[in-house]
């Protein structure tokens, strides 16, 4: 699709300098959201461990915590795309800010119960969730569909600058203070609260164009905004007759406008193929990370050392979202996600035959250097072929998909380690990536023909 084609039903975005004002607040808005996480993501599993928490025990606390985070997600979506996107985001940023204060106030008044920090991140990462699904679309409302790689490289390298300072932010405070990160991930949230209320632009999605018509959801009447006026007439007279009929049929309703998002992935191959590729990666990413807090403890690094090997992947990442946009004009989207897929192969097997702090610095660093790249041409390419209206809820398809993966990587990471072999967690993660690299060499040709401007 090129610009001049959008979808019909598109919003046109705001004009000019407003436009760019309202991305910048929502770039420091979720640049501040992913430092925050970063600091304390760290802090989490040492604060654990420091409290004589078995590892297996660590990475379950981590997975369950975001698999219940993650149910939230597709409803907070729903409400995103009719209407109450900005309303989400700040409250879900402040829900997440009080959960971690209480984290840093149990770790300030001496060593926090298990159950306080399990019920503190349980809700930490529920919000969190909302707060993804609602941002699924806000890229869509705010540039135009030309400018959607450049914008989703410069918030990929914001995450990606959150993950060289926070984790070693996230080391140095917790060798000071076992609170400090805690509070340091409260004050984000705090701070990207205020950047979102402060956008002045409408992140309300057009209705009625026929792409979204098409799509499956009920959206065309009934929905978003219009349902106020038609619950407001129907409640003059009979409202006690019409209640349980209306309660059934909103019910029902909602289902609908939940599947929406789900149905519309199963019917584009394009989008079946990024949740796929997206969640193995989240998956194996994400036991890599644990693998390498467990690992790294176990040869008697510290805080900080674990943390500066994170930041080095940080800084790595960081550089790679940069590169990102250039690397996606100059080759093919589908060569360019294979050549990433293959070339993370070598340094995931090289984590499974050393110890080292530094090697898995440089490591790990090239497996963040090499990702975004792919990243940008998919995520880019999927907000081009989704309409406006299905932003929040196809956004929440995937994120739900790779949040899960990613539960489940601390999960396999902390019972791998238990195992007492320091080097089979990345072993296991070199296997998935060959096979997956081996079934992208297969699909993406076929699904990536039509390449993204």
């Known amino acids: 699709m090129s610009p001049d084609t959008a979808r019909p039903g598109r919003r046109a975005t705001a004009p000019g300098a407003a436009a760019d004002r309202d991305f910048r607040r929502f770039w420091w808005a979720n640049t501040a959201d992913a430092l925050g996480t970063q600091t304390s993501g760290l802090a989490l599993p040492l604060l654990l461990l420091a409290l004589g928490t078995p590892p297996a025990v660590v990475g379950t606390v981590a997975g369950v915590s975001a698999g219940c985070g993650i149910l939230a997600g597709p409803f907070a979506a729903v409400l995103a795309d009719h209407g109450a996107r900005k309303r989400v985001l700040v409250c879900a940023a402040l829900v997440s800010a009080g959960a971690m204060t209480w984290v840093a106030a149990g770790a300030l008044a001496g060593d926090p119960p298990l159950w306080q920090l399990c019920a503190a991140v349980v809700v930490e990462r529920t919000a969190t969730s909302c707060q993804e699904a609602a941002s699924a679309g806000t890229v869509a409302a705010l540039v135009p569909p030309d400018r959607y790689p450049r914008a989703v490289s410069m918030l990929q390298a914001g995450e990606q600058a959150g993950l060289v300072v926070g984790p070693a932010l996230g080391g140095a405070l917790f060798q000071l203070g076992r609170w400090l990160p805690f509070l340091a991930d409260a004050l984000s949230y705090l701070a990207s609260a205020l950047c979102v209320a402060a956008m002045r632009a409408d992140l309300r999605p057009r209705r009625g164009g026929p792409a979204e018509s098409g799509s499956g959801s009920p959206t065309g009447s009934g929905s978003g ?6 619950s407001g007439s129907g409640s003059g007279s009979g409202s006690a007759t019409v209640s349980g009929a209306g309660l059934a049929a909103a019910g029902r309703s909602f289902l609908r406008e939940l599947g929406a998002g789900a149905g ?18 989240s ?22 050392p674990v943390g500066a090997v994170l930041a080095v992947a940080g800084a790595t990442g960081l550089a790679g979202a940069l590169l990102a946009p250039r690397l996606a004009r100059a080759l093919p989207g589908a060569r360019l996600v294979i050549t990433v897929s293959w070339l993370m192969v070598a340094p995931t097997l090289g984590l499974a035959l050393t110890t080292q702090v530094w090697a898995y610095a440089l490591l790990f660093g090239a497996i963040s250097l ?18 406006q209206q299905l932003q929040s809820r196809t956004g929440t398809v995937l994120a739900t998909a790779t949040g899960l993966a990613a539960a489940a990587g601390p999960l ?42």
């Not at 905004?225 to 038609?230: A, I, L, N, Q, R």
């Not at 194996?284 to 008697?300: E, P, Q, V």
């Not at 090499?370 to 309409?387: D, F, N």
Request: glycine share 10%; charged share 15%; aromatic share 6%.
């Open 264 to 281: 519309f992935v199963r019917r584009e191959p394009f989008l079946r193929f990024v949740v796929l590729w997206s969640t193995a990666m």
């Open 283 to 304: 998956l194996l990413l994400a036991a890599l990370s644990y693998g390498t807090i467990f690992t790294l403890r176990d040869s008697g690094a510290g805080g900080a």
């Open 370 to 387: 090499l990702l975004p790249a792919a990243a940008v041409v998919l995520q880019a390419r999927a907000l081009e072929v989704t309409p």
């Open 225 to 230: 905004s219009d349902s106020g006026s038609d």
């Open 412 to 453: 396999a990471a902390g019972g791998l380690a238990g195992t007492g072999s320091t080097g089979r967690t990345a072993l296991c993660c070199c296997a998935a990536l060959v096979l997956l690299s081996l079934w992208s060499t297969a699909r993406a040709p076929v699904v990536l023909r039509k390449e993204a401007p």
